[in-house]
């Protein structure tokens, strides 16, 4: 079992946080150079965009019809949050310190499912979660970002997970892909519900 804060302890974040960042100004452009909500037939299409940077995650973004406060208010609860995820079998919120929540996961696995303690806390744009404990897991880290973009918000979501198990991080990389987008997507309707 190792804590998600080694990876930065390794000198790996520091790097990887710079091409995550330009990864990000390549999303940006993306989500700016295309329309948000292309209309087909009267039902709205949501585009999200995935990218991986090696050491930071994979990254889903989306430009997201509602204001930063609105998002964050919706997201605010963690086990609301997590349960946008179509991989999430049960969230549940343990304690609460100040800005930051303890928060227990279950997730589908490959075999049987995962669990995961991590502590969730507010950042001055979104929220940022990282591993407390898990036999499952590695690494776990988790931020979302939210900023003011037209009439909307530029939502980004960030995951870096790495399994203690011994399954190719390629495979990791793409289901995160997938699962991020949906999670994105669920998110979008979600707010569209009210």
């Given amino acids: 079992m190792r804590r998600s ?42 585009q999200v965009w995935t990218k991986y940077a090696d050491g930071e995650g994979v990254t889903a973004v989306a430009h997201v019809a509602a204001s930063p406060e609105t998002i964050l208010n919706f997201i605010a609860d963690g086990a609301r949050a997590h349960k946008l ?40 744009k979104g929220f940022h979660e990282t591993m407390v404990s898990s036999e499952d897991f590695e690494a776990y880290d988790v931020e979302w970002t939210i900023q003011e973009l037209g009439e909307g918000s530029l939502v980004s979501y960030r995951a870096l997970n790495v399994l203690s198990i011994s399954v190719p991080q390629g495979m990791v990389v793409r289901e995160s892909k997938k699962v991020m987008a949906k999670t994105m997507k669920n998110l979008i309707a979600a707010l569209d519900e009210g």
């Fill in 5 to 46: 804060d080694e990876l930065t302890s390794r000198g790996a974040r520091p790097a990887a946080r710079r091409h995550g960042a330009l990864a990000a100004a390549g999303l940006l452009a993306l989500c700016l150079a295309a329309p948000a909500h292309a209309g087909d037939q009267g039902k709205r299409k949501v």
């Fill in 85 to 124: 995820a179509p991989t999430t079998i049960k969230a549940k919120s343990l304690a609460k310190d100040g800005k930051c929540e303890k928060i227990h996961l279950t997730v589908r696995g490959l075999l049987s499912p995962f669990e995961i303690d991590t502590r969730r806390c507010r950042t001055a």
